[in-house]
């Protein structure tokens, strides 16, 4: 059985960090595109970020660029978000998901395994 299990939500200052985890089992992500999204409530779910499974590369959307990192730990099968220099409006339920030999364009209907979600709150 395949999970994704996304940690490291909570609530932060305007202007704080958080490193989000996503931590796979049943599948290796060597094999799978690991995208970012988020929901804010009432709004629908947009692309964050994703990392290719072809060679690492990794995009963003505009808003983030600049502030949230996206790396992978093959040792521990892991994806991570790093998210610097918050702001109120990235407050929403982050999620992670894999694509099986996807690449970088983050399209979210190309992903076929979704974790359950963590909550970030950015309010001071």
């Known amino acids: 059985e395949v999970q994704l299990q996304a940690s490291g939500g909570g609530l932060v200052q305007p202007g704080g960090s958080l490193r989000l985890s996503c931590a796979a089992s049943?599948?290796?992500?060597?094999?799978?595109?690991v995208g970012w999204f988020r929901q804010a409530p009432g709004k629908e779910r947009e692309t964050v970020s994703c990392?290719?499974?072809?060679?690492?590369?990794?995009n963003y959307v505009d808003s983030v660029k600049g502030r949230f990192t996206i790396s992978s730990d093959k040792s521990k099968n892991t994806v991570y978000l790093q998210m610097d220099s918050l702001r109120p409006e990235d407050t929403a339920v982050y999620y992670c998901a894999a694509d099986f030999l996807g690449g970088n364009d983050c399209y979210i209907y190309d992903y076929d395994y979704w974790g359950q979600g963590t909550l970030v709150t950015v309010s001071s």
């Open positions: 049943g599948l290796t992500f060597d094999d799978y595109a």
């Open positions: 990392i290719s499974s072809h060679d690492g590369s990794a």
